[in-house]
Structure formats: structure tokens, C-alpha cells
């Protein structure tokens, strides 16, 4: 009921800015904690429903990361190996936009201060490639190694694919650098995987990673790569 009572309070203030219900909105559930964020909104609440000390822009919240454009599509999770929070979004530059991500300190909340930020431009990471164009659609999955990040990828306004980009974990479980790998060909325009969501898993003992999806050509075919 409170996970629910906290994404309302998001939603009603979107509504109170005009901006309808057409937004995208992401939370997770922490130990004592749940961080919500939307288009527009980052808020954290304590269990019970109380809005806590973070309560800001999603602006605001990645200002250092963000290139001076807008933050949109974030993901939000929890990560109980390590007792981290992630929060995962991009900037909507026209072409060659980032990636921008929030990793916390600790398993509590106390303001975006218990956040490190970074970013990657998703045209620069190695192999480089897909220069003048864009990728929309975030999708964020955790697990013991790395973070597994999805988009689908636009020139133009026409669809161009889906890469998959996996960051490994311990680089940002500090103060960095962010390391990370791209695979630019994960999902082809009339056939793979469409839309490739990171798959989170808990057991400490993984050794593989996984991305989930549905087929750019059949969308009852399902594809994990």
C-alpha cells in the first residue's frame, strides 16, 4: 500500500504541473526505505509512507552529470549484495546522449549527497560506434558482477536497433572511474531482441548476466541474451 501511496504523491505532482499522466515512473524497496523516481521527480519515503530528505528535480539530482539537458526515463532499483541503490536514466541530447547514473554510499537515504554520480556517452563506449545518433529507452538490471543496462537506438526518428551495455559493478561502488562495454548489436531493426531489459539477480554466486526481451520481428518470441 505505501509503495503505491508514494508513487501517487509523484503522480499528483505531475498532474499539478500540467503534464497529464503521460510520464514514466520507477521505484524500488530498500531495507528501511523506498526511492521513487518519474520524469521529472526523484522522492525517497520510509515505510510507513513519510516522505524523507530527498525530494528534488530529476534535474537537480544528476546536475553534475547531466550536460545541461533534461534527465529522462529512469530506473530505480536496490541492490541487496551490495546494499546499494542505483538509479539509471539518460539526457536527451539531440544525438550522442548519456547514459547518467546515481550510485548511493549505503543501504539509507539521507539526500543526494549519499549519491556518486557518473556517466557515459553511449556513442564512446568501447567498441565506439553509432556516432549522430540516439538511444531512448533505458532499461537497468543489477547483480553480483555488473549493471546491464538496454536502449533502443533512433537515427533520426527511425529505428536503428537495440544495444546492450554492461558497466562493472565494482567501478562505481566508488569513486570510479566507470568502466564499461558496449554490444551495439545486440537487437537488429526486423529481428533479436527489442527493447532489452537488464536482468536482476541475487545470487552472489552468479557468473553470467543477462539481458530479457521480446523479438524486434515476433513479439510472442521472447530472447535472452
Known sequence: FFFFQAEDGIRDLVRSRGLGDVYKRQGAVGPTQILTAANGRIRVYNKAGVMGALNMTMDAFFSTVRNSSTVSDPHVRYDRLSQRWFVAA??????????????SSGPTITGSASFTFFYFQFNVVSPAGDNGKFLDYPTLGVDANALY??????NGSTFDGCPVFVVNKSSVLGAGPLLAAAFRTAGGTGTGIFVPQGVDNDDPAATAGYFIGTD???YSKLNII
Open 90 to 103: 539518460i539526457n536527451v541530447a539531440s544525438t550522442n546522449n548519456r547514459v547518467v547514473l546515481a550510485v
Open 216 to 218: 524486434a520481428g515476433v
Open 149 to 154: 543496462i538496454g536502449g533502443v537506438r533512433f
